[in-house]
């Protein structure tokens, strides 16, 4: 009987042991980082974004999480602004904010010890805001649309804590106003955007 529990012991143990160690090998995968950044975004193709209004410049911050491997997740929240550039067709409304936010999965692939690439694909959602030209108020819309694209990134010490990151994304922009007609509906809703970023990356 002794030696039965004895054994069953040194068994329990053993598996204890041996879960700890995968435990362990698992969480010290999980990593983070944050990402401050600048962007510059432009609307493609034949669409209201594209030829009512300029470049958006935006700044804003992501949160990163390395989770398993070299697959993660993340989020970006970007504030934007652009000029009206055709005033005879954007209407009564003044030069448009908008608040973007960006939800993403990514998979990294190491290319040497300091250049690595991410490709990223996610979800986004927008609330753009113009004033009315007679300050009685802002017009608003609330947006989404999938994004995809890719992101390289340059580490600047032994470390691996400090990181250039330079990013493209596209991202599909969709306000669904309805219309009878489809083709205006489909001009003035929905739009491909194209968006470069650079960021500062701190690995902790």
Known sequence: MIKKS??????????????????????????????PHVKVMTALGDNFLHDNLGYFYGFGIGLNANLYKNFGLGVEYTYFLANVKNRDTYGYLGSPSMNNFDWYVFHKDKITEDFFVEE???????????????????????????NFGGKAIYVL???GV?????????????SKIGNQNPDIEK??????LLNISLAYRFNF
Do not use: C, H
């Not at 012991?9 to 990402?35: C, G, H, N, P, Y």
């Not at 990223?120 to 999938?146: A, C, Q, V």
């Not at 400090?162 to 922009?173: I, P, S």
């Open 6 to 35: 004895i054994l069953f012991l040194i068994v329990m143990t053993s598996i204890s042991f041996s879960a700890q160690r995968r435990k362990q090998s698992w969480t010290e995968q999980v990593k983070f980082s944050v990402d």
């Open 187 to 192: 001009y003035y809703s929905k739009a491909a």
């Open 157 to 159: 010490d032994n470390e």
């Open 120 to 146: 990223i694909l996610g979800y986004s959602t927008y609330r753009m805001k113009s004033p009315y030209l007679d300050n009685s108020g802002k017009f608003s819309e609330g947006n989404s649309g999938i």
């Open 162 to 174: 400090q990181q250039v990151v330079l990013g493209a994304k596209l991202n599909f922009y969709n």
